[in-house]
């Protein structure tokens, strides 16, 4: 199996930063792309940020300019550096990852369970 477990998020004021983790594990051969979603109350899913294995990102129009994502291919890992933060930026923010099962080399679209980031006004 394979696992996403994010960690990092909390309750900052308008204005602030905070900067969230994602690390891979289990059975994997290897990671495509690796990305953040976030799901306010009320509304669907919605990209924030991607990275491919080979370091190109892609951002939101909300995000642009604030947010930045980078990963460590050797740990697995991928981050989300957040700053200037919007109370619209409230939302749960989720971890997703292409990742390549070993032997059968089967490719599985893994989800985090979800870390909550509330900003204050």
């Known amino acids: 199996q394979v696992q996403l477990v994010e960690s990092g998020g909390g309750l900052v004021q308008a204005g602030g930063s905070l900067r969230l983790s994602c690390v891979a594990s289990g059975s994997i051969f290897s990671i495509n792309a690796m990305g953040w979603y976030r799901q306010a109350p009320g509304n669907e899913r919605a990209l924030v940020a991607t990275v491919t294995s080979g370091g190109s990102t892609n951002y939101a129009d909300s995000v642009k300019g604030r947010f930045t994502i980078s990963r460590d291919s050797a740990k697995n890992t991928v981050y989300l550096q957040m700053t200037s933060l919007k109370p619209e930026d409230t939302a749960v923010y989720y971890c997703?990852?292409?990742?390549?099962?070993?032997?059968?080399?089967?490719?599985?679209?893994?989800w985090g369970q979800g870390t909550l980031v509330t900003v204050s006004s």
């Open positions: 997703n990852a292409g990742v390549v099962k070993p032997y059968s080399y089967r490719y599985l679209d893994v």
